[in-house]
């Protein structure tokens, strides 16, 4: 079992920025991939940035170059760093923990995180 916990959503307004925060109850080493997704009312969950175990960082086009991700391993945390926030960032921010045991992965969620791109 991995506990997420996101922190840091809010209001700010267009060409803002915001940080997230996800803490995880295990240590991250023995996670696959660590990810930010994020939806909308109505829409499916889409992804916006991943941080596997080794590998390259993804980030989702409508976000490169103002969105980046990045972790902690002393803290058991990642975070997204958001800026040139527009209303269409506008959603709850969902932190997502992968795990591989024996071939069989298993997704954890954090409860998620409102952000709110308004003027």
């Known amino acids: 079992q991995v506990h997420l916990v996101e922190s840091g959503g809010g209001l700010v307004q267009p060409g803002g920025s915001l940080r997230l925060s996800c803490a995880a109850s295990i240590n991250i080493f023995g996670i696959n991939v660590m990810a930010w997704y994020r939806q909308t009312p109505g829409k499916q969950r889409e992804l916006v940035a991943a941080?596997?175990?080794?590998?390259?960082?993804i980030s989702a086009d409508s976000v490169k170059g103002r969105f980046t991700m990045s972790r902690d391993t002393a803290k058991n945390a990642v975070y997204l760093q958001m800026n040139s926030l527009t209303p269409e960032d506008t959603a709850v921010y969902y932190c997502?923990?992968?795990?591989?045991?024996?071939?069989?992965?298993?997704?954890?969620w954090g409860q998620g995180t409102q952000v709110t791109v308004s003027s």
């Open positions: 997502k923990a992968e795990t591989v045991v024996d071939t069989t992965a298993y997704n954890y």
């Open positions: 941080y596997p175990r080794t590998g390259s960082r």
